[in-house]
């Protein structure tokens, strides 16, 4: 089908046709993907923030329709000084261990094959780092190369259905030629979004602005293809918090920090420099995995030292001229506020 856009600020929204676009929309996960890739899509899964109360055309970030959260998987708790998992004696899989898998997604209830790997290639994620649906994350551990595995996601992986998010519009606002069952894609505040026609009369037609998968009762089915051990992320108090209050994603840290490069203790940045603390949301990849990783284990008022490897920092691509790529890093970072 056609790639359709929706003008943001327009009251009334008017679909028109985006110039020299086209694009295929397969259910569920294949437009997701096609939209956002893997990554964000899985973000936008487990992501702890619905955007239905900004109205019905906001999105989540990575642009698919509003997500509510299955429960995320918390670090709290978990006061290991050294972040490196140690394989079992025949290779099993443990928290920090890198990952990947190919997959098959199904109906619980009717056994029908939504997507899988065949279609969009095997997925890659860190073991215990939130990379993917907390189920398959808890599911693979102690599995070994080429074991397989099928993992109930329950009816909530992609959150309920909203009520809110179907919506009714004029049929002179829906591009010419639509029809029931398909999907068009509308631009939102924060990127695109997919919404699927559900009802068509002689004057009007119903949008359906959940994520396909909304409601839906869904298992996956996973074979363990490779297995990388575990990146060493360490963590050194400097001065103890209050032992009692961890960070738990979702939760908005202030923090000051001050970055070095491990090899020769460079420093690129500083807050304390500037004075100006810095605010961020745990857990959803908005700061690198070593950040998201290591200060979960820091209580309130706790400062500590991480030394990160590269691959929870910024890997092969570096980041700018300050970080080279492959570069490890050390940051003096002090807990302030967990909001």
Same mark, same amino acid.
């Not at 025949?90 to 997604?105: C, K, N, P, S, Y």
């Given at each position: 089908?056609?790639?359709?856009?929706?003008?943001?600020?327009?009251? /009334?929204?008017?679909?028109? &046709?985006?110039?020299?676009?086209?694009?295929?929309?397969?259910?569920? /996960?294949?437009? *997701?993907?096609?939209?956002?890739?893997?990554?964000?899509?899985?973000?936008?899964?487990?992501?702890?923030?619905?955007? #239905?109360?900004?109205?019905?055309?906001?999105?989540?970030?990575?642009?698919?329709?509003?997500?509510?959260?299955?429960?995320?998987?918390? !670090?709290?708790? +978990? $006061?290991?000084?050294?972040?490196?998992?140690?394989?079992?004696?025949?290779?099993?899989?443990?928290?920090?261990?890198?990952?990947?898998? #190919?997959?098959?997604?199904?109906?619980?209830?009717?056994?029908?094959? !939504?997507?899988?790997?065949?279609?969009?290639?095997?997925?890659?994620?860190?073991?215990?780092?939130?990379?993917?649906?907390?189920?398959?994350?808890?599911?693979?551990?102690?599995? #070994?190369?080429?074991?397989?595995?099928?993992?109930?996601?329950? =009816?909530?992986?992609?959150?309920?259905?909203?009520?809110?998010?179907?919506?009714?519009?004029? +049929?002179?606002?829906?591009?010419?030629?639509?029809?029931?069952?398909?999907?068009?894609?509308?631009?939102?505040?924060?990127?695109?979004?997919?919404? #699927?026609?559900?009802?068509?009369?002689?004057?009007?037609?119903?949008?359906?602005?959940?994520?396909?998968?909304?409601?839906?009762?869904?298992?996956?089915?996973?074979?363990? !293809?490779?297995?990388?051990?575990?990146?060493?992320?360490?963590?050194?108090?400097?001065?103890?918090?209050?032992?009692?209050?961890?960070?738990? *994603?979702? @939760?908005?840290?202030?923090?000051?920090?001050?970055?070095?490069?491990?090899?020769?203790?460079?420093?690129?940045?500083?807050?304390?420099? $500037?004075? =100006?603390?810095?605010?961020?949301?745990?857990? &959803?990849?908005?700061?690198?995995?070593?950040? @998201?990783?290591?200060?979960?284990?820091?209580? +309130?008022?706790?400062?500590?030292? /991480?030394?990160?490897?590269?691959?929870?920092?910024?890997?092969?691509?570096?980041?700018?001229?300050?970080?080279?790529?492959?570069?490890?890093?050390?940051?003096?970072?002090?807990? +302030?506020?967990?909001?």
């Amino acid at each position: 089908s056609r790639h359709f856009c929706i003008e943001p600020f327009d009251p /009334l929204p008017c679909f028109s &046709e985006a110039p020299g676009t086209m694009q295929i929309h397969r259910p569920l /996960l294949r437009a *997701a993907v096609g939209v956002c890739g893997v990554r964000a899509l899985l973000h936008v899964a487990l992501s702890a923030r619905s955007s #239905t109360q900004h109205g019905a055309f906001a999105a989540v970030g990575g642009g698919i329709a509003s997500v509510a959260s299955a429960p995320l998987s918390s !670090l709290r708790g +978990l $006061r290991l000084q050294r972040f490196a998992a140690v394989a079992g004696s025949e290779g099993a899989i443990a928290d920090g261990m890198r990952v990947a898998i #190919t997959w098959e997604l199904k109906r619980d209830d009717t056994g029908e094959v !939504l997507d899988n790997s065949d279609a969009q290639g095997p997925w890659e994620f860190s073991c215990g780092q939130q990379g993917i649906f907390p189920q398959v994350d808890d599911g693979v551990r102690g599995m #070994t190369v080429g074991e397989q595995r099928t993992i109930s996601l329950g =009816d909530d992986a992609f959150g309920p259905v909203d009520p809110q998010r179907v919506i009714e519009l004029p +049929l002179e606002k829906l591009p010419e030629g639509v029809t029931v069952g398909g999907q068009v894609q509308m631009q939102g505040q924060k990127g695109p979004v997919l919404a #699927t026609v559900k009802e068509l009369t002689d004057t009007t037609g119903m949008l359906d602005l959940n994520h396909p998968c909304s409601g839906l009762p869904l298992t996956m089915s996973v074979t363990i !293809l490779t297995i990388t051990p575990a990146a060493s992320l360490e963590v050194e108090v400097v001065s103890p918090g209050d032992g009692k209050t961890f960070p738990q *994603a979702g @939760d908005k840290l202030t923090m000051h920090y001050i970055g070095t490069l491990a090899k020769d203790g460079s420093q690129f940045d500083s807050s304390r420099d $500037r004075g =100006d603390p810095f605010q961020f949301t745990i857990g &959803e990849g908005q700061v690198i995995i070593g950040w @998201d990783v290591g200060v979960m284990k820091m209580s +309130l008022g706790e400062r500590a030292i /991480l030394k990160i490897p590269s691959k929870m920092g910024y890997g092969s691509r570096g980041a700018g001229a300050a970080i080279p790529p492959n570069a490890d890093l050390v940051f003096d970072v002090e807990l +302030l506020k967990i909001n």
